[in-house]
């Protein structure tokens, strides 16, 4: 189990998915700018996620919603049937409370919005490896996670 303090963790291997170049480079600066996160890749498609993460096995994916292709939703649920040990976290601009709870029933233990603080995100990140499920602040009360 990994504290937010604990400063000799082995850092959380984490799989970024995004088509937004901009986006892809912004979260890499903020994951790569933090020790207790190795960022092992990102990817622009469902299916180039769905390729990295049985390569890369990684601790955390960070799943945006909608992506050109297969759905961040779809990749999803193949990701977590082919690598239940992989845990995903929902991402999305928006805050409609439905689109967040598709992807939690397909397998993903957190939600985040793009909107959301780093310091969240941090939160998210932790809290998801260590088994919890997580909801930003955004979206609290809106969901139920089982």
């Not at 890499?28 to 049985?54: H, M, Q, W």
């Not at 909608?66 to 990749?75: F, K, V, W, Y």
Request: proline share 5%; with cysteine; aromatic share 6%.
């Amino acid at each position: 189990m990994h504290d937010l303090c604990d400063p000799i963790m082995t850092p959380i291997t984490i799989l970024f998915v995004d088509d937004h170049p901009l986006i892809r480079k912004a979260w890499a600066f903020i994951l790569n700018n933090d020790p207790r996160f190795e960022l092992v890749a990102t990817c622009e498609s469902g299916e180039e996620a769905i390729e990295k993460s049985y390569q890369l096995c990684p601790d955390i994916v960070i799943m945006d919603i909608r992506l050109r292709g297969i759905s961040g939703i779809q990749t999803t649920q193949l990701i977590r049937e082919n690598c239940p040990d992989c845990r995903i976290i929902g991402l999305s601009f928006h805050s409609q409370p439905e689109h967040a709870q598709e992807i939690i029933e397909k397998g993903a233990r957190g939600y985040l919005t793009k909107l959301s603080h780093p310091e969240e995100i941090f939160r998210a990140i932790i809290e998801v490896h260590n088994g919890k499920s997580y909801i930003c602040r955004d979206m609290a009360g809106k969901l139920v996670i089982s």
